[in-house]
């Protein structure tokens, strides 16, 4: 699939189907995410490949977390929002709701949703040795990038998912992942539903000129 392309179409996946990604293809993809670039080389991150009965154990764990501790997906902001990041935070509001089955409200859907990959067959949980400073999350956000359009080219959808963050003890000790590790994200992959309404949710993305200022 031409790059630019790919580019233009890939959006978030948040319904799949329950058919399993086979574990070669699954490899191809890690193969051509870990080809992004990370300062000097470092590769801070590390993936864990969760299927299967491990992967259901796991979305029924954070579920459950989720709902005792009554966490719930946001911007992730220090301070009040400015009015043009709400606005757009409502713009994906408006797109999602419609499309959303009949009575679920917004929070629900979006909170048990990232808790259990939106049905994804295959859940990639990325963490990062905590010997790096914040700076490094820039590698891991390359990376990200690299995968979720490397799975669009091999037919794959994906979900970022920031929420499981929340519950970085939990997952490592649920998946064995070492202390000196910290959760940074998740990513949902498995073949989109083509039939489910959601997946025809599609956000706008601001003009430019609102994110960008030219120096010449």
Same mark, same amino acid.
Request: aromatic letters at 6%.
């Given at each position: 699939?031409?790059?630019?392309?790919?580019?233009?179409?890939?959006?978030?996946?948040?319904? %799949?189907?329950?058919?399993?990604?086979?574990?070669?293809?699954?490899?191809?993809?890690?193969?051509?995410?870990?080809?992004?670039?990370?300062?000097?080389?470092?590769?801070?991150?590390?993936?864990?490949?969760?299927?299967?009965?491990?992967? !259901?154990?796991?979305?029924?764990?954070?579920?459950?977390?989720?709902?005792?501790?009554?966490?719930?997906?946001?911007?992730?902001?220090?301070?009040?929002?400015?009015?043009? %990041?709400?606005?757009?935070?409502? +713009?994906? &509001?408006?797109?999602?709701?419609?499309?959303?089955?009949?009575?679920?409200? $917004? !929070?629900? $859907?979006?909170?048990?949703?990232?808790?259990? &990959?939106?049905?994804?067959?295959?859940?990639?949980?990325?963490?990062?040795?905590?010997? &790096?400073?914040?700076?490094?999350?820039?590698?891991?956000?390359?990376?990200?990038?690299?995968?979720?359009?490397?799975?669009?080219?091999? +037919?794959?959808?994906?979900?970022?998912?920031?929420?499981?963050?929340? &519950?970085?003890?939990?997952?490592?000790?649920?998946?064995?992942?070492?202390?000196?590790?910290?959760?940074?994200?998740?990513?949902?992959?498995?073949?989109?539903?083509?039939?489910?309404?959601?997946?025809?949710?599609?956000?706008?993305?601001?003009?430019?000129?609102?994110?960008?200022?030219?120096?010449?």
């Amino acid at each position: 699939m031409e790059l630019l392309k790919a580019i233009e179409e890939r959006r978030s996946t948040r319904a %799949f189907l329950e058919r399993p990604v086979d574990h070669d293809k699954i490899e191809t993809l890690i193969r051509l995410a870990t080809q992004a670039p990370s300062a000097i080389n470092l590769q801070p991150y590390e993936l864990t490949i969760v299927s299967g009965k491990e992967k !259901q154990r796991l979305s029924r764990l954070l579920v459950k977390r989720m709902r005792e501790r009554n966490i719930s997906c946001g911007p992730g902001a220090k301070s009040p929002l400015p009015e043009y %990041f709400v606005e757009r935070e409502r +713009g994906l &509001f408006n797109v999602i709701r419609p499309n959303l089955p009949e009575q679920t409200p $917004f !929070q629900d $859907f979006i909170n048990e949703g990232s808790c259990h &990959f939106y049905g994804a067959p295959t859940a990639i949980v990325i963490t990062i040795d905590q010997v &790096f400073s914040s700076a490094r999350l820039t590698d891991i956000g390359v990376l990200v990038g690299y995968l979720v359009m490397s799975a669009h080219a091999l +037919g794959l959808g994906t979900c970022p998912i920031g929420l499981i963050t929340a &519950f970085d003890d939990d997952i490592k000790e649920s998946l064995n992942i070492p202390d000196k590790k910290k959760v940074v994200i998740g990513v949902a992959v498995g073949y989109p539903d083509p039939e489910a309404p959601i997946n025809r949710s599609r956000s706008d993305r601001v003009p430019i000129e609102d994110l960008v200022k030219w120096r010449e």
